[in-house]
């Protein structure tokens, strides 16, 4: 009860912790002014009752992407309350709505509240939603944040998109939000003829805009004279270098100041670099939880190797060398072993190359090609992580 009794009567640096969480969305967004205009523009049809178009919007983490276009469906929430506008949205996140079963019972659930749809077929539930938009006449939005973690995605956007045929007043948009920028290349040609889509692409923050996204977020969430501006530079300089993600820029100055809170003293710059060790390791996690499943299996039989030791190391002398290398055919036929014993059907080593730039581009492994002393050219891998955290979390991944 002391622990409880110290924590409930120490005075803490922090205002309002939850203003640092990449969840909050401020009422301003500094550097997206041009980004939510157009998306209004888009949708300001659906106000009088007219089709918007869909729209899909990509850029990588942490550039604003979901934060403004919950910004903007606030703004539309709004401006159907005060015009009583036909219109309404519903937000998804496919990260844990990953199925089109599952989106489609997300829906249903929301518009009919006190029914209970669990066990129905989602031809049933798709049945309800049309019902639904149909006796309203109401134009639907469907956000689909990271859309392209939906499994059958095709048979869903198609789903949605022909619904509009069946429906005699109303409609359905689609919103679709993606971290993969080639995303829309790799869809059915029939969905795609079926989308009619505006596409977005949000570009990263440099480090002046990241410090002055830091610099409101922390007027807000310190108390006065609780953290140095030389910290939020350093946190700032340190997201612009991580591909100017802004969700990285706050994990850290929240880390710092966590850091900061306990001691009892300002937010530093010796903080920021005390946190910095912890969110990369907290972002590369989350990382590999959203890997695809063929990718998450390579990533897999790589640290499984790597934990071993691997041919290269042998071939060396080396097997307790800190540098794991290893040869691309070994980690295709540890691949092809995983996916036996987890019940996947293995894909071609055509695919598998692929994977293995993906992984390399997300920053999660690296490759170089074979030098002198070794027959004939391979690829040879490096794992850039932990291989026991790495296990750990596909592990959790497929449970």
């Known amino acids: 009860m002391d622990i409880f009794e110290r924590e409930m009567t120490r005075e803490s640096i922090f205002r309002d912790r939850n203003v640092l969480s990449p969840h909050y969305v401020p009422e301003h967004l500094p550097y997206r002014d041009k980004e939510i205009e157009r998306i209004m523009k888009i949708l300001a049809p659906a106000l009088r009752g007219k089709k918007p178009n869909n729209i899909f919007i990509y850029g990588k983490t942490g550039t604003g992407k979901t934060a403004t276009v919950k910004h903007v469906m606030d ?6 309350e005060k015009y009583n506008a036909p219109v309404d949205h519903i937000y998804i996140n496919c ?3 990953n199925r089109k079963y599952q989106v489609l019972l997300k829906i249903a659930e929301t518009i009919y509240p006190d029914e209970n749809f669990m066990g129905f077929a989602s031809t049933h539930l798709y049945d309800k939603i049309l019902e639904y938009i149909d006796g309203r006449g ?3 939005v469907v956000v689909l944040d990271e859309v392209d973690q939906v499994k059958d995605i095709d048979d ?3 789903m949605l998109t022909r619904a509009n045929d069946h429906l005699q007043k109303g409609h359905i948009g689609i919103i679709g939000i993606s971290n993969n920028v080639t995303f829309m290349d790799k869809l059915d040609p029939r969905s795609k003829s079926t989308l009619m889509q505006e596409e977005m692409v949000f570009a990263p923050y440099n480090a002046i805009q990241l410090k002055a996204i830091l610099s409101e977020r922390a007027e807000i969430a310190f108390k006065p004279g609780m953290y140095e501006e030389s910290a939020l530079e350093l946190a700032a300089a340190y997201a612009a270098q991580e591909s100017g993600d802004a969700r990285y820029a706050l994990k850290l100055l929240l880390r710092a ?3 900061a809170d306990e001691q009892g003293v300002p937010v530093t710059d010796e903080h920021v670099r005390q946190a910095r060790t912890a969110v990369e390791e907290d972002i590369v996690l989350d990382l590999i939880s959203t890997l695809p499943e063929h990718p998450a299996i390579v990533l897999y039989s790589i ?7 691997g041919k290269y190391a042998k071939l060396t002398g080396m097997p307790d060398s800190g540098d794991k290398v290893l040869f691309s055919g ?4 540890r691949y092809e072993q995983v996916c036996k014993k987890w019940n996947r059907k293995p894909r071609s080593a055509r695919w598998y190359r692929e994977y293995l730039k993906e992984l390399e581009m997300l920053g999660l492994i690296t490759l170089t090609l074979s030098g002198k002393g070794i027959r004939g050219n391979t690829q040879l891998i490096r794992l850039a992580f932990t291989p026991q955290k790495v296990m750990a979390a596909i ?3 497929f449970e």
């Open 138 to 140: 109401v134009i639907y």
């Open 156 to 158: 869903l956007l198609y």
């Open 257 to 259: 100041g966590d850091i």
């Open 303 to 309: 640290a499984e190797l790597t934990m071993e030791g």
């Open 395 to 397: 592990k959790k991944k």
């Open 330 to 333: 070994e980690v295709y036929e």
């Open 95 to 97: 990260r844990t709505h």
């Open 75 to 80: 703004k539309l929430t709004q401006a159907k």
